[in-house]
């Protein structure tokens, strides 16, 4: 996967449309996503958080996307919220192991600490990235975003002080040097009974102040209703990342397929959760417009 990420978000730009990230933990999850990728002609983003890559295994996620190069399909392999405890930060150790792993693009998630911190780290990840392969792009995160990747029956609270700031944003790509800059504007991740509304105001804000100095990043993309995808896509969102969508289309789809079934083939009862993952993916290439762009 030894190719520029730039050039495809570049092409974003131009286009107008976004690329999807898709989190899987594993091969069928990963096949299901890139088999529509090939589909659509569309260039794809797979996401493993850090639960996901230690049961896929890095390397092997690696070697699985690397397997979809032939197809003429340009796979960005994302390590998703590196340091989601930041207790672990303190050397990026976990950041060195995916990059020799062969990840060409790190989310590093310093959301949680103060703004010098969160600056004084990010610079660190981008350091070693680009050290290692100027190629590898690296997503920085700014303003804190709730709620875990399932389904919640509480209230998710999303607090003024959560969101991102558009002239500190702009600080922050300076100071740090990200290709990417994750904002919180009204999203969250999961699905909670109540929809997310996203401020596009403050996106097109956020966009202008950052200009083309980095990719605009929508996480907790899953439950947002699709107009407001739509408007956050045409203030310049260029990257919108879905998890609990899938997860929930994969677990509903395998356990109709095995409640009372009897069927113990895996190659018999996974297609349908694959299958509905696919589905699911189709949807949100078909709204973020990438379809055709395959570089
Ligand atoms: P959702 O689980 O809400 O889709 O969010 C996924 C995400 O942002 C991964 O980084």
Not at 116 to 136: F, S
Not at 207 to 227: E, M
Not at 255 to 277: N, Q
């Amino acid at each position: 996967m030894d190719f520029d990420t730039k050039k495809l978000f570049r092409a974003a730009e131009r286009g107008r449309y976004a690329i999807g990230q898709f989190n899987a933990s594993t091969a069928d999850q990963i096949r299901a996503i890139m088999r529509v990728a090939i589909e659509l002609r569309t260039p794809v983003i797979i996401g493993t958080s850090e639960g996901e890559c230690k049961f896929i295994g890095a390397r092997q996620a690696v070697k699985l996307c690397e397997a979809y190069e032939e197809a003429g399909i340009s796979v960005i392999l994302n390590a998703d919220h590196t340091y989601k405890d930041v207790k672990e930060i303190k050397n990026l150790d976990t950041i060195r192991a995916l990059l020799d792993a062969g990840y060409n693009s790190i989310h590093f998630d310093g959301s949680v600490l103060s703004f010098e911190e969160n600056v004084k780290w990010t610079k660190q990840v981008v350091a070693m990235c680009k050290e290692k392969d100027p190629g590898i792009s690296v997503e920085g995160e700014l303003g804190f975003l709730p709620g875990v990747s399932q389904i919640s029956k509480e209230k998710v609270e999303i607090k003024p002080e959560y969101l991102t700031d558009p002239a500190q944003a702009l600080a922050f790509v300076e100071a740090t040097g990200i290709d990417r800059l994750a904002v919180s504007v009204g999203n969250s991740h999961g699905i909670s009974f109540q929809e997310d509304r996203l401020d596009i105001e403050r996106i097109a804000a956020i966009k202008k102040a950052i200009g083309g100095r980095a990719v605009l990043v929508l996480h907790g993309g899953s439950g947002i209703p699709s107009d407001q995808i739509q408007a956050a896509i045409t203030q310049g969102v260029r990257k919108i990342n879905i998890n609990t969508e899938l997860r929930v289309a994969f677990h509903d789809a395998l356990t109709a397929t095995l409640i009372g079934s009897g069927e113990t083939t895996p190659y018999k009862f996974l297609p349908p959760a694959m299958d509905a993952v696919a589905s699911v993916v189709e949807g949100k290439i078909k709204l973020f417009g990438s379809g055709g762009a395959a570089l």
